[in-house]
Nanobody, 129 residues
Framework: QVQLVESGGGLVQAGASLRLSCAAS????????GGWFRQAPGKDREFVAA????????YYSDSAKGRFTISRDNAKNTVYLQMNSLKPEDTAVYYC??????????????????????WGQGTQVTVSS
């Protein structure tokens, strides 16, 4: 089992930056890929970014590309999401998730919430205009 806890959300103005953190505990010796998703009120949960266990590759949604950066520090068992130039449409609950890449191939797999084995409780990000 892996437990994930997000932090770093908050209320900011448009154009500001936030860094979300996702701390993992439990079975952290396994080589899980990390992902970030978000869910706005009345909308489905959507993929934001994913990163391999080694950090050698990262993948972003079109809305995140160029503004968000996913990274990880395996020594701290933490995955980060640096969000710059935030927009009101980025307002959502942000969730981190862990995926066993043994069962996943191709970017489509990493975009699908059902592919992920473990989830955090979420952290609210609100961007005012």
């Amino acid at each position: 089992q892996v437990q994930l806890v997000e932090s770093g959300g908050g209320l900011v103005q448009a154009g500001a930056s936030l860094r979300l953190s996702c701390a993992a505990s439990g079975r952290t010796s396994s080589s899980y890929a990390g992902g970030w998703f978000r869910q706005a009120p009345g909308k489905d949960r959507e993929f934001v970014a994913a990163i391999s266990w080694s950090g050698s590759w990262a993948y972003y949604s079109d809305s995140a590309k160029g503004r968000f950066t996913i990274s990880r520090d395996n020594a701290k068992n933490t995955v980060y999401l640096q969000m710059n130039s935030l927009k009101p449409e980025d307002t959502a609950v942000y969730y981190c998730a862990a995926l066993d890449p043994y069962y996943c191939s191709g970017y489509g797999c990493y975009e699908a919430a059902l592919s992920y084995n473990y989830w955090g409780q979420g952290t609210q990000v609100t961007v005012s205009s």
